[in-house]
């Protein structure tokens, strides 16, 4: 069983996932991704994953069935378990909770060589769509706070299998990132009554330099302490605090916009690993006026040095004005 | 030249190094190590290099000639300048400052194949001699407010050329890990009115199950929280705040416990990249009773993926306990 720990001197949690068995021989192929062969998957080795949460299918098929085109399903190797109740302990100067979340596998397509970047718009909103469909769903249990989806594409972003996915990860905490964002937001408006990131699309549209695309409901751009290379932001223009709140008719806005910025980037810098964060609201906030949710692209192009480690600053080669420069006037 | 840009969210810096003139097509090659061939570093090609600032070189020998043992160089492609004064300036809702600070590489040994793991207690101490007159040196220069010496071993630490150094960045901001742990020491302090760290050590101690090595004066352990597998700390065991209080006579403890550790690392682990992390108070900081320096030593065994990148919220798949007994018990 797994356990969260707290770091007794900044206060921040870490997942102790002991039973993921990882002995000091195994580190060299943790790493790896997992090419050709057998693919758990893939339509037909349904059997091979926990059985489906959710999925989108023809009519006629059946629950662990072919003929999906999203699947959702729990992690067979899960960070966290979802049985049991929320356990506080100390130990001395030390303190710890049991490893609850849930710990689940968005399979964005049943195509085993197709990317995200190379689905059509249509198939990335039904992406979008179980990203929603599982939010909702897990924010009825309260002993949930925070929910991340995230994804590793690729060897250099953590990805340990080929066919594409996207993973969910519910928290009993907030975690230290969104609760930086999410107080220092709090923090601006307190100062000037209005959401910081709204403000910062109205400044980065009036200067331009750092835009990449925008069309009817988001806008795609580089922030400008952006922390490595290339990373970029897709934002709804209207203030929004929480992805979920997502309307139908808005996802193939936010899906033509995800679909160029990956395909520009891919072109860009020849088909790169990268991660893909959706930062959103904690789960039991109300609609908050300060803060406001986004999708974060960060393409995995340089290492984290001991500067980076030790300090938490970061140094980005190149400025988010030559990136959004080049990936803006980039045609595909 | 670069400058140093406010996250105006969080309120994290960033350093925007643009002059070293990172383009798409260039990150194919920045994270590989140049091996074999011409090098830098070695005796003989010290006019590769900036004009030496510090060594340790033998009779007769003067500056910028072979004959040393330790070599402290500016680094020659800095992150930051040290030329000019501090401005900061505004631009709407964002800040930034240029990018004044001090990029100095130590280079540790004449010898282009030693690791540092391999170089002898006196040789190590050395090193850390250079470590210390470096501080105290650019502690005199009011603009600086803190200084991370570091150190990038093998590719996946990011290292960029094969022969041993460590590098030292002096900065006119307290960045954001340091000044969170910091934060947290000094509230544990008012609460407890002790050092978090003394705690730590005392508690480790009596308990045994994260303890490394110890000796005279310094101890090895796994953090209660390691956010990475065989994550290590090395603290002296009386309280110090400031690592440049250092005295001569303590030096060998540091190199004899830096050594085993190391060394029990490249066992246990076949020579993994690593990163070393000096961390140490801000300069004009008093000596405090609640901060207190160490060492960290992090191998680099797991990728960061999107959750990590996130959420700030680390998985490690090795307990500390494991990790620090396995380490404990290795014989050399």
Known sequence: MSELRKDPITGRWVIVASERGVRPSDFHTITTVQSGGYCPFCPGNEAATPREILSWRSH????????????VVPNKFPALHVEGSLDREGEGLYDRMNGIGAHEV???????????????VREIEEVFWAYRERIVDLKRDRRFEYILVFKNHGPAAGATLEHEHSQLIALPIVPREPRAEIEGAARYHAFRERCVFCDVIRQDRKDGSRIVFENDRFVALCPYASRTPFQTWILPKVHRSHFETIKREELASLAEALRLVLRKIDKALEHPSYNLMLQTSPLHFESSPSYHWRLEIAPSLTRIGGFEWGSGFFINPTPPEEAASFLRKLEL
């Open 106 to 120: 968005i399979i964005e397509t049943p195509r085993h060589e197709a990317t995200l970047a190379q689905l059509s």
């Open 60 to 71: 006629g098929t059946g629950r662990d069935e072919p003929g999906w085109s999203v699947r």
